[in-house]
């Protein structure tokens, strides 16, 4: 066999009819020089050399019919075509509708597809079975997207050590490509998103980088497809916009592991510390086993390292002119307002690139325009307008996204700069039944805080293993938080006797007095916790009211019950056991909380209970207040080793843990 490289050639004592595909593309990648001259006696099924079809790859020669032609013969004959050194213009979009192709360059360093001309995308990707690899696609700031794969198929389908960039738009925009695999790409300064991912179900991104991109490093959603994938081990950094959004998925989940989130949020021309670091407004998405860090210097808007979110998603004409991320939007009638947090991109078919018969009713549907920072109502048949876009569109459905159903845990998190509290895991109302589990810093002990509204499922987070005397009796607490018993004891079991409170209702003019000099204490319909009236209190500096507690004795235990409702301030119970004043635990806010003190009645002067402000100018409401006698304590054989939380809220439900004696 005669292997020839350059001029010289070797022989070896057995002649061989049939030089390996894997050895003549190897031997190639390291000599640089073409298949045709590494094998002495060409074999059926070699692979195809570009430059035989006059590709120059010199940068200046136009290089578009040598490409097309080398990919049509490829496709016809089946065999892989090599792309060698060089940088190749193309002044056409390459289209690629087949099965089984394979493009191999000599490395992104090496081999670069360059856009010479205006073009709407510079690669089209749609069929089964094709490999493309090891070279470099220049949008060079004409081609809108560098890659589109629409319906590119199976588990042989790959994309691979490819480097996109210089897009207008999104630079690997995957469309309905379902069960195939990219791997070890890289998605770098473009336009819009790195990797734009919609409806992509089954699909495996692994070991990809997004870096330094105007919009987002990774965006995933869907449109009519679930479009569940995986992205494991990819890289996003120094992009404009979040380094990952999850938007408005359905059916199979999202599976983000082991990704690295670092510095995004730049450049500062795009509005400095606006956008999360990851943003997940979708049901069935788990991200775990990451390292999440976000700016947090000032931040423009309440902006979080992990962020679950309730966005508004608006159907809007298929047709319509493309929003901006990060704009405002306006109905025309509601005079509700937005700012776009996804629009779905558009996949321009036209003349030049139809749409597939079988795939056309799809884009007849309305496209999806995802909302964050609502106010108002969108309203159906209303027009809603882009404030920097000018873009407008009928609106034809509006419905709400929460984060559902979604797993949030072992990562580790961490603020870049800056004091504000971003290195948490934040969950919008109306985002339920998820499991935030235990998420790290990375530069302190302990676990990160979560911040929420509605009880989010089960938390674990800064506040969920603590310990005390008894279970909290302010705050607001995550289900699953557990609180030890710092002394543990036996249950004991309270038997209470009659009430000691006249007009403890509310409903009459008697039984409270003033304590200290409150401006005004008088009953009102404003507020009520039960019937119709509670007692209204304006004051400050420890002003309220009190009722005695005349008919007691020396040694008598007693229970105080009392709701309050601190629209403006803060607020406690009172007690003086007849030798000292004992005070309760604050409240503040405008809903109704349960406060409760036990105390025993000492020797002395007549004692009172009562509730007080605390600090400066405060309004509050006090009703159903009652104060029982303890008629006696029965001990449980229950040992009680801790509470934990049940019902998260201000406290939450708390419920003993104990063991039997």
Not at 359 to 368: G, S
Not at 594 to 600: A, E, G, I, L, N
Request: aromatic share 6%; charged share 20%.
């Amino acid at each position: 066999m005669k292997i020839a490289t350059g001029r010289e050639s070797t022989s070896t004592d057995r002649p061989v009819r049939l030089v390996g595909h894997f050895t003549v593309l190897a031997l190639w990648i390291l000599s640089g020089v073409s298949p045709s001259r590494v094998a002495a006696e060409p074999a059926d099924g070699r692979p195809l050399d570009v430059r035989t079809f006059g590709a120059r790859g010199d940068g200046v020669a136009d290089d578009t019919a040598a490409v097309h032609a080398g990919i049509a013969a490829a496709v016809n004959s089946g065999r892989t075509l090599l792309i060698p050194k060089g940088t190749y213009l193309v002044g056409k979009p390459i289209r690629v509708t087949a099965h089984g192709l394979k493009i191999v360059g000599a490395g992104a360093q090496h081999t670069v597809l360059k856009a010479s001309a205006e073009m709407d995308r510079l690669l089209y990707l749609r069929g089964t079975g094709m490999v493309i690899s090891r070279l470099t696609l220049d949008a060079n700031k004409k081609a809108t997207y560098g890659i589109h794969a629409f319906h590119l198929n199976e588990q042989d389908s790959r994309l691979e050590f490819l480097r996109v960039h210089g897009a207008r738009s999104h630079g690997i925009f995957l469309d309905h490509s379902q069960v195939f695999e990219i791997a070890n790409c890289i998605a770098q300064e473009n336009g819009g998103d790195g990797f734009y991912i919609t409806d992509c179900n089954g699909t495996r991104i692994s070991v990809c980088r997004s870096m330094a991109n105007r919009g987002r490093g990774f965006c995933v959603t869907h449109t009519d497809l679930s479009g569940g994938c995986w992205l494991l081990d990819c890289d996003a950094e120094l992009n404009g916009r979040e380094g990952l959004v999850v938007s408005d998925m359905a059916g199979t989940p999202v599976v983000v592991e082991r990704m690295w989130v670092e510095t995004n949020n730049k450049p500062v021309s795009l509005g400095p510390n606006i956008y999360d670091a990851v943003r997940i407004a979708s049901r069935n998405v788990m991200l775990t086993k990451s390292r999440i860090s976000t700016r947090g210097k000032k931040p423009a808007r309440p902006k979080f390292a992990i962020h679950l979110a309730s966005e508004t998603r608006l159907g809007i004409e298929p047709k319509s002119m493309n929003f901006q991320v990060g704009e405002t939007v306006k109905g025309s009638r509601s005079g509700a307002t937005g700012v776009v947090s996804l629009a779905q991109a558009d996949p321009l078919f036209g003349d030049e690139f139809p749409i597939p018969p079988p795939y056309r009713p799809w884009l007849a549907l309305p496209r999806k325009l995802m909302l964050r920072e609502i106010s108002g109502s969108f309203q159906v048949g209303e027009t809603v307008s882009g404030r920097d876009s000018r873009a407008a569109s009928l609106i034809r459905s509006v419905s709400r996204v929460s984060a559902g159903n979604c797993v949030v845990a072992d990562n580790w998190v961490a603020r870049e700069d800056g004091r504000a509290p971003v290195d948490r895991v934040k969950l919008d109302r109306g985002c339920t039944a998820n499991h935030i589990g235990r998420n790290h810093y990375m530069s302190a002990n302990g676990l990160v805080g979560v911040d929420f509204t509605d009880d989010p499922g089960s938390v674990v987070s800064d506040r969920s293993v603590t310990t005390g005397s008894g279970p909290p009796t302010g705050g607001r607490w995550p289900r699953g938080a557990f609180r030890f018993n710092s002394r543990p004891s036996f249950l004991e079991t309270i038997v209470l006797g009659k009430d000691v409170i006249r007009n403890g209702d509310l409903e009459q003019d008697e039984g409270w007095k003033r304590y200290g000099t409150p401006r005004a204490h008088q009953r009102s319909r404003e507020q009520a916790h039960g019937g119709s009236h509670a007692l209204k209190v304006t004051g400050s500096g420890g002003a309220g009211v009190r009722q005695s507690l005349s008919d007691t004795s020396a040694g008598q235990r007693f229970r105080l019950d009392g709701w309050l409702f601190v629209p403006t301030g803060t607020v406690r119970l009172i007690v003086f056991d007849g030798k000292k004043l004992q005070y309760g635990t604050t409240t503040t806010g405008p809903t109704w909380t349960r406060m409760t003190m036990s105390f025993s009645v000492a020797e002395g002067s007549t004692p009172y209970i009562g509730a007080q402000t605390v600090g400066g100018e405060t309004v509050f409401f006090l009703d159903d207040v009652i104060c029982r006698l303890v008629e006696k304590v029965e001990r449980s054989p229950r040992l009680v080793l801790g509470w934990v939380c049940t019902a998260a809220g201000n406290p939450g439900t708390w419920v003993p843990v104990h063991a039997h004696r």
